[in-house]
Every structure is written in C-alpha cells, then in structure tokens.
C-alpha cells in the first residue's frame, strides 16, 4: 500500500472528464439481474428512471427463477423495463441474458437492494469519452458510513476493510486501472463483455479483469455524485 500510494502520487493519471457541452454520450443499458426481489424492484426502477441522462435509458431485468411474483411487481414499469423472466440457473446465466438482450454502447451493472445517487449515471458515463477508458466502477457507501453509526463490531470490521478496498481502489485507478469492481455499479463497454461461465462466483472481478487484459483501463470514479448508496432496508 505504501509503494502504491507513493508511486500513485508520482506517476498517476487522473481522470479528467470531458465538459459536459463537449461530451459524446453513449447509449447506456441498465442490467439488473435479481431473485425474489419484488419488494424492492419498483424502488430500484424509479430509482432508475429518475436518472437524468441525454439519452433514453433501457433498462433490462432478469429474474433467475424468482418464486415471489416478480413479473407482477414490475408490470407498472413494462413500457420502460425489458423483462426477461429464466429459470433458475444462477447469477453468471441472469447477466448474460440480460446484456444479450441490451443494445447499449455502455453496459451499466446494477443490483435490485441498492439506489443510486443523483447523477449517478452521468458521471459513470461521462469517462466512455476517453478511448483507453473500457470500464469504470462506483463507490459503495454502507448505510453505517452514510450516517456514521455502526451496530456491531462485525459491522465495524466490515467497513474498516471496505474502507481499505476503496483505498485500493483508487491508487490503482489513478496508475492506470483497477481489476476489480463494485458489483451493484459497474459499467463497461458492449463490446468488450463475453459471456461468463455459469461457475463464476464474482462477475465484479471476471468482467473487469477481462477489460484490463483487453489493454482498456477499468477506472473508479470519485466524485460524489457518482456514489451508490446500500438502501438502508434490507
């Protein structure tokens, strides 16, 4: 860590985004791969839609072979939502469906428990102007961290190596990529997904890493707009 945040701060590359006015925005799909999550689902949605962003944004839910009435749950959302409703085989099989069906520039990973910031989106977005750039992750923010109070030592622990991870994270980044990326908001580039085997466990660290071996960097945005907040009920 020492090495890295010395030779960050010597030979690093910050990210400097284009103005909005100059921007070439790409056409952003958002994937949400979910099971049994129709209680969350319309508050994930409108999350969504509340977004601003230039382009019209799709928006794809996979349900792996959810048993709770999902389907009914985002009948209120059909004219904006593609619903693509599999038979259980888990999370790899849901993405691979869901980008196979996205006609996006830009693939955006979402998870139905979390919201998104405002302009979220955007600031996710804005880095796909940089040719070198094939993908970018978010920040996580624990509801602990958010409002400062924590409920257990576990709970402490956890944040502490969050913390850490982010540390990491950003120091990678700004050398030239990090190879891995927070699950719940990530975003690449269409053309650089392959599918994922169904034995893979961590699709945050596969895809991205994929993007890193393609010879693209996989970058973390900072700015506070860019945050994703862990929704406080669970």
Known sequence: PLLLAVWSRIAGRPLRPVPDAAQSWPTLSVVVAARNEAQRLPRRIGNLLEQ??????????????????????????????????????????????GVAAAHGDVIVFADARQRFAPGALQALASNFDDPAIGGATGELILDGELHGVSESTVADGVGLYWKYEKWMRRHESRLWSTLGATGAIYAMRRSLWRPLPPETLLDDVLAPMRVVLAGKRVVFEERDAMKKLVDPVM
């Open 52 to 97: 601003s962003y230039p382009h019209p944004l799709e928006i794809v839910v996979v349900s792996d072979g959810s048993t709770d009435g999902t389907r009914e749950a985002i009948t209120p959302f059909s004219e904006r939502v593609r619903f693509i409703d599999l038979p259980r085989g888990g999370k790899p099989r849901a993405l691979n469906a």
